[in-house]
């Protein structure tokens, strides 16, 4: 399996983008049903979890985007989706995509090479 995110960009604060990641080699009975989730990395900190979305649609928003973000999938496509709208400077990062594991909810496959995200005030 092979992730691949796209859809960054620069963009002026208060400005939408929507990110796409693609689930390459996931097969419809394992993506359907899998929680997906989207990261993000600013400069110099840790890669934070932004938003998740559960097999049955549960979605839950981090607390710093939340009202802003929201996250979606296409299971036909073994994709997910984060629009993201209102941008702020502080949403400025690389951001990735994983599927977590059912049990320990960490990231089960290695890291794309992410999108890169540029806000400018």
């Known amino acids: 399996v092979r992730l691949v995110e796209s859809g960054g960009g620069l963009v002026q604060a208060g400005g939408s983008l929507r990110l796409s990641c693609v689930v390459s080699?996931?097969?419809?009975?394992?993506?359907?049903?899998?929680?997906l989730a989207w990261y993000r990395q600013a400069p110099g900190k840790q890669r934070d979890l932004v938003a998740t979305?559960?097999?049955?649609?549960?979605?839950n928003i981090a607390d710093s985007v939340k009202g802003r973000f929201t996250i979606s999938k296409d299971n036909r496509r073994r994709a997910t989706y984060l629009q993201m709208n209102n941008l702020q400077p502080e949403d400025t990062g690389v951001y990735y995509c994983?599927?977590?594991?059912?049990?320990?909810?960490?990231?089960?496959?290695?890291w794309g090479q992410g999108t890169q995200v540029t806000v400018s005030s």
């Open positions: 994983n599927v977590l594991d059912r049990d320990t909810f960490n990231p089960s496959y290695s």
């Open positions: 080699g996931s097969i419809l009975s394992v993506f359907s049903p899998s929680t």
């Open positions: 979305m559960t097999g049955g649609g549960q979605i």
